[in-house]
């Protein structure tokens, strides 16, 4: 921890960037809403995440950064009560919170959670997500927050025409996951972090991108074990031709017939967030290939230790957005799903929760750690 100096209350990170004024607090020296990317904003709306500028003197991490702009179902009043973000939000969102340990024999191991939330609400500076508890054990925890909805996975094909042929397209919010892990890699040391022990971990939404990441080369080095909580497994990523659809409807519901990127980004992103689609993963052939299932189906993941399960009572999601109702009209509630689940005594509600319990959750994942990785030979 040579670059850490700890005072009795304020030790300072001496890091690539700049230095950075935290707190200590219990077991941990604790480093709130320090920039991993540049702020996705004016230009940089949907753009891949660009370098944070050094600085100069030491900077304060006191006080978590904002939460990424979202919305939750259109039936819940307060998403806070779902595992939304309270305000403030904003789209200077890109930043990451770390409780590194007082006390270690050596390099902290690491590990890096991203949030759940349906990759449209949640946030890393949560009160059930603080790290104090790991940094006791002798843990680094980094949170992220990353893009999220309409910021956070959207495409169109006003963006599609100016972007770079290599830059990726409708995966914003995995890209600041990677840019978080690069982040992580050439600063965790400075805080007392191995960063050649890293670990990633997410639930739901984050899981589900975890195994996305998985399947993307451009995030392969940067971590070297994975946990998924109830991310599935079985969730199709999104074809770029689909997502540009998407974005095109999400224009029109905004009233942009036909807009061109200046205009898509002059939109409010509390307008954005307002409208309804499906967020995650997009196959671009740029940084996702093909479908993650497929590339799970084939062996080709990163070759890292993957421990992967499921959180019971997940069928809560089906409560909102009329979940219930139509998760029941794709699984039919019937006498052979009856035999499956006897434990349900023929209750029709109890059998789609089961069954979504499985469907969505437990079997893809038994499935995902049945995969066996292709010889590197």
């Known amino acids: 921890m040579d670059q850490l100096h700890q005072g009795a209350a304020h030790p300072v990170a001496h890091t690539p960037s700049g230095a950075l004024r935290g707190r200590r607090e219990g077991p941990a020296n604790v480093f709130r809403g320090v920039p991993y990317a540049a702020a ?3 230009e940089l709306r949907w753009r891949a995440p660009r370098p944070f500028p050094t600085w100069e003197g030491v900077r304060e991490a006191a006080a978590f950064g904002p939460s990424a702009p979202q919305a939750g179902p259109a039936d819940v009043a307060d998403i806070v009560a779902i595992g939304g973000a309270p305000e403030p939000t904003g789209e200077d969102c890109l930043t990451l919170n770390l409780w590194a340990p007082l006390e270690t024999t050596g390099p902290a191991p690491i590990m890096v959670w991203l ?8 946030a890393g500076s949560l009160p059930f997500y603080d790290g104090a508890a790991f940094a006791r054990d002798g843990v680094m925890l980094v949170s ?17 025409a100016e972007a770079p042929a290599d830059e990726p397209l409708g995966n914003q919010a995995l890209l600041d996951q990677i840019a978080a892990l690069e982040w992580v890699r050439d600063h965790a040391a400075s805080f007392g972090g191995d960063p050649a022990n890293v670990t990633l971990f997410g639930e739901s939404a984050g899981g589900l991108d975890i195994l996305a990441l998985m399947t993307a080369k451009r995030a392969r080095g940067l971590f070297h074990k994975a946990v998924v909580q109830s991310g599935g497994g079985w969730l199709p990523a999104t074809p770029l031709k689909t997502a540009q659809a998407r974005g095109v409807a999400a224009a029109a519901a905004l009233g942009l017939s036909a807009p061109d990127a ?6 409010a992103p509390e307008r954005l967030t307002a409208v309804e689609s499906a967020f ?3 196959i671009d052939d740029r940084l996702l290939d093909r479908d993650p299932i497929s590339a799970f189906a084939r062996g080709d993941f990163a070759d890292v230790p993957l421990m992967i399960g499921v959180n019971s009572g997940e069928d809560s999601l089906l409560n909102y957005g009329g979940g219930l109702e139509r998760f029941g009209k794709l ?6 799903l009856a035999r499956l689940y006897p434990q349900a005594s023929g209750d029709e509600e109890q059998l789609i929760r089961h069954g979504f319990r499985d469907f969505a959750f437990a079997a893809p994942a038994r499935w995902i750690a049945s995969r066996p990785r ?4």
Not at 116 to 122: A, D, K, L, Q
Not at 151 to 158: I, R, T
Not at 374 to 377: C, P, V
């Open 40 to 42: 996705p904003i004016g």
């Open 115 to 122: 949030h759940g939330g349906s990759n449209r609400m949640g």
């Open 144 to 160: 992220v927050n990353y893009r999220l909805g309409q910021l956070g996975f959207f495409a169109h094909p006003a963006l599609t």
């Open 262 to 267: 200046v205009a898509l980004r002059a939109v």
């Open 280 to 282: 995650g993963p997009v």
């Open 331 to 336: 699984i039919k509630p019937n006498a052979a």
């Open 374 to 377: 292709k010889s590197k030979a």
